[in-house]
């Protein structure tokens, strides 16, 4: 995957904690409701098929109680190291309607590596056009998307996964 700064945005860090446990907090849903979505807003349920063609499906509730339903389809699931997804497909790879008014679709590619301390973490957010990345950026990709790995880690050392 080449990372296309026109068309993609990216989130890197070093986690101080074991691939092996952030892998589990992506992939486990009993741990993603934990730190999915930056706070005060919640993640009430969800549900993951983790293979190709498989679901991730998120609720997020604002602080307000709005719920908005999230349907992906995994991509690639290559355990501990690559994690793939898309809002553009349903499972199964059904196409997924364009979204109503504002609004992209996006595919997500995390990897993991492996380092001496812990980590290291690339989110990736790729978009078809300039005008959905600069949406999804507008919308506080690297502040929501930070804060969000921010979480996972929080959760992860509080003995969350375990």
Known sequence: ????????????????????????????PEHVVHWFVPKPWTVPRCEIDLRPGGKFFTVMRSPEGQEMPNTGCYLEVVPEKRLVWTSALLPEFRPQ??????GFHFTAALT??????????????????PDGRK???EMGFAEGW????????EYIKGGGVG
Do not use: C, N
Not at 146 to 153: A, C, R, S
């Open 1 to 28: 995957m080449t990372f296309d700064p026109k068309l993609d945005l990216k989130l890197e860090r070093v986690l101080d904690v074991p691939t092996s446990l952030v892998w589990r907090a992506w992939t486990e």
């Open 97 to 102: 309607p364009a979204p109503d008014g504002p």
């Open 112 to 129: 993991f590596e492996p380092t001496d301390t812990g980590t290291k973490y690339t989110a990736i957010a790729m978009h078809s056009d």
């Open 146 to 153: 930070g804060t969000v790995v921010t979480q996972l880690v």
């Open 135 to 137: 949406q999804h950026e």
